[in-house]
């Protein structure tokens, strides 16, 4: 039986403490950019280049490791503020892991919880890997620890029309596990879609303005 992922505050790694004068555009964070990207990891446990949704790939001028990178000669879904200095090349300014769901059948969740969520944004990276997520949740602190949600994505059904079409049904669970809801976090996630992907996605989220549904159609 597959269990829901525990999803903990992710803090982003800063790779500079320099002050800059952003207000003249002179600063090194004037023209900074953020994207969604596959982070790649090499032998060492260094990060040296990374791949944004839209298909863009960039070397670092500078290679830097953090402690969520335990696997060597791998990638890593992640957020990253950074200042392009070349086509090719890039300086990383900031990077958070961002967490990437697998849909999986329904029946092989051991719980399907569906406590709310603030819904913010969805939408298809350009690669069609990816669809991405922009949630709002409700968070606290107990006895000065941060406390684990639960999320996970099931797979309710997958439709096959006549014409050969494919329209797969997800639905996104959350556990609140009994986090206070003191104050309400953004958090960007990310659905890794199956290398052969349906033509249409429908996702439904409990929300709390009531249950909501989107569709996206990956090709």
């Known amino acids: ?19 800059d ?4 555009g002179e600063g090194r964070y004037s023209l900074m950019q953020t994207d969604l990207t596959e982070l790649s990891v090499d032998l060492k446990k260094q990060a040296t280049a990374f791949t944004t949704d839209d298909g863009d790939t960039y070397q670092l001028v500078k290679t830097f490791n ?11 879904r992640t957020l990253i503020y950074y200042n392009k200095v070349s086509d090719t090349s890039a300086e ?18 051991k719980k399907q919880p569906q406590d709310p969520v603030g819904f913010e944004s ?31 994505l099931a797979q309710d059904t997958v439709y096959v029309y ?14 609140q596990n009994g986090v206070p809801e003191y104050y309400t976090n953004r958090y960007y996630m990310s659905i ?16 709390y303005d009531g249950v909501i549904e989107k569709v996206f159609y990956t090709k």
């Open 122 to 152: 969805a939408w298809m990276a350009k690669s069609g890997k990816y669809l991405n997520l922009g949630l709002l949740i409700k968070t606290g602190r107990v006895d000065d620890e941060e406390q684990p949600h639960s999320i996970g």
């Open 66 to 76: 953090t402690k969520w990178m335990e696997t060597a000669d791998t990638t890593y």
């Open 1 to 19: 039986m597959k269990k829901l992922l525990p999803l903990m505050l992710s803090v982003l790694l800063f790779l500079s403490c320099e002050s």
């Open 192 to 207: 890794l879609l199956p290398e052969q992907r349906p033509d249409t996605i429908r996702l439904t989220l409990v929300t």
């Open 162 to 175: 006549p014409n050969g079409q494919r329209t797969a049904c997800y639905r996104f669970l959350h556990s």
């Open 92 to 109: 990383a300014i900031s990077v958070g892991l961002v967490t990437t769901l697998k849909p999986y059948e329904h029946w092989r969740l």
């Open 21 to 24: 004068n952003y207000e003249k």
